[in-house]
């Protein structure tokens, strides 16, 4: 089992950069595969990146990011981290850390963070 619990979010103006963070608890954290998610009000939480577990090269990106975003962990830390660059208003959402494994996409598991808030506005 993994607890999360993300934090860097923020306001920026549109073109700014953050990078948010997801530090994971427990057992087992460099086995599973990672991501982050995102939900706006009103509708369904996307998939925004995912990371293989360790050992395993592979990174993904929805299509409305890549290019601007990039996911990354340190598994000696048991951290995950999101750089998005080129933040454009379209990008506010409530971002979540989650834990999971690939079968031939990314299948959370039932392990999410509280979530932190992006806001992107000029």
């Known amino acids: 089992q993994v607890q999360l619990v993300e934090s860097g979010g923020g306001l920026v103006q549109p073109g700014e950069s953050l990078t948010l963070s997801c530090a994971a608890t427990g057992n087992g954290f460099s086995w599973y595969a990672m991501a982050w998610y995102r939900q706006v009000p009103g509708k369904q939480r996307e998939l925004v990146a995912s990371?293989?577990?360790?050992?395993?090269?592979?990174?993904r990106y929805a299509a409305a990011v890549k290019g601007r975003f990039t996911i990354s962990r340190d598994n000696a830390k048991s951290m995950v981290y999101l750089q998005m660059n080129n933040l454009q208003p379209e990008d506010t959402a409530v971002y979540y850390c989650?834990?999971?494994?690939?079968?031939?996409?990314?299948?959370?598991?039932?392990?999410w963070g509280q979530g932190t808030q992006v806001s992107v506005s000029s």
């Open positions: 990371i293989q577990r360790e050992g395993v090269t592979d990174t």
């Open positions: 989650n834990a999971g494994t690939y079968s031939y996409d990314y299948v959370p598991y039932q392990y």
